[in-house]
């Protein structure tokens, strides 16, 4: 493998972070003195997370006790926190959380090095944001509708949102439910991303014929799986069997809502889709795609 590797984009804006699998794109607003020292030590924070977190990999592998596992590394422990309030219903590893807590890093790095006026991480769509008063900023959500138009989420400074992540069958993890994607808005990505992936996992339909299922390990042999069942394949369902999922999934949501544990998530399957919070115009207000 080799080392990590930087560049500015293109666009003549942007960072763009690889080492191994962890892939960041990052972009800063403010003074340029201030976004140059924060890329510079946004490249010098991230040369050592793939590092930190294969030194504690199998800890990280394994199902996260309610009790909490005390970790060395500050990702490592950020993933933790994510995934430990899920743990008493769920079966979750900190790798449920990996993506999210690396942008987080990254961003409270660069933000403690420099003002900033708004910034991001995005780690593969899971995204850490940081927006000083009256700034804001416009994602797209991940799945076209039926019409082939995506949804548009606005965040501000006001809302209590600084992470936005997606999960389910179409992306870089294995999924045990059938969503096509789960867009999850919480306080920060590594919350958000633990459980965009436990939604996601609810979004199902046991058993169902039309879904094809087979051992997580014989996808990708390191999965913090082990030999549960993921999915591989799903069928077309009727408008009732969408709806059955997409109950499921939204019955998760609520629970972590009411927990505080996120503050919105839109879900979607077979062109229908869900949402729930109070920040609804996610997956609400759409442009062409």
Request: net charge negative; hydrophobic share 45%.
């Amino acid at each position: 493998m080799t080392g990590p590797v930087g560049a500015i984009l293109p666009d003549g804006k942007r960072l763009h972070l690889q080492h191994g699998p962890i892939d960041l794109i990052i972009d800063a607003d403010g003074a340029r003195d201030a976004v140059h020292r924060a890329y510079a030590t946004a490249a010098e924070r991230f040369s050592t997370v793939l590092d930190e977190l294969v030194m504690e990999l199998p800890q990280l592998r394994r199902a996260c006790p309610a009790e909490g596992v005390h970790f060395a590394g500050p990702v490592a422990r950020r993933m933790e926190t994510a995934a430990r309030p899920h743990a008493r219903d769920h079966f979750v590893t900190p790798m449920a959380a990996v993506a999210g807590a690396v942008a987080d890093e990254i961003l409270d790095a660069m933000v403690a090095a420099a003002p900033l006026d708004r910034a991001y991480v995005n780690d593969g769509g899971d995204i850490a944001l940081h927006l000083t008063p009256s700034r804001q900023v416009d994602l797209a959500v991940a799945r076209e509708d039926a019409r082939g138009r995506h949804g548009r989420v606005r965040i501000t400074a006001a809302d209590p949102v600084r992470g936005v992540a997606t999960s389910g069958r179409g992306g870089r993890s294995l999924s045990q439910g059938i969503a096509d994607a789960v867009t999850v808005l919480a306080r920060d990505a590594a919350a958000a991303d633990a459980a965009a992936t436990l939604i996601a996992n609810a979004v199902d339909l046991p058993d169902h014929p039309a879904v094809d299922r087979t051992p997580a390990v014989g996808v990708d042999p390191d999965s913090d799986l082990g030999s549960r069942p993921v999915v591989a394949g799903c069928a077309p369902l009727s408008a009732a069997e969408i709806d059955v999922a997409l109950a499921r999934g939204l019955a998760a949501a609520d629970a972590m809502r009411q927990a505080g544990l996120i503050v919105s998530v839109a879900l979607f399957l077979q062109g229908d889709s869900r949402t729930l919070g109070p920040i609804a115009r996610i997956a609400k207000e759409t442009v062409d795609a």
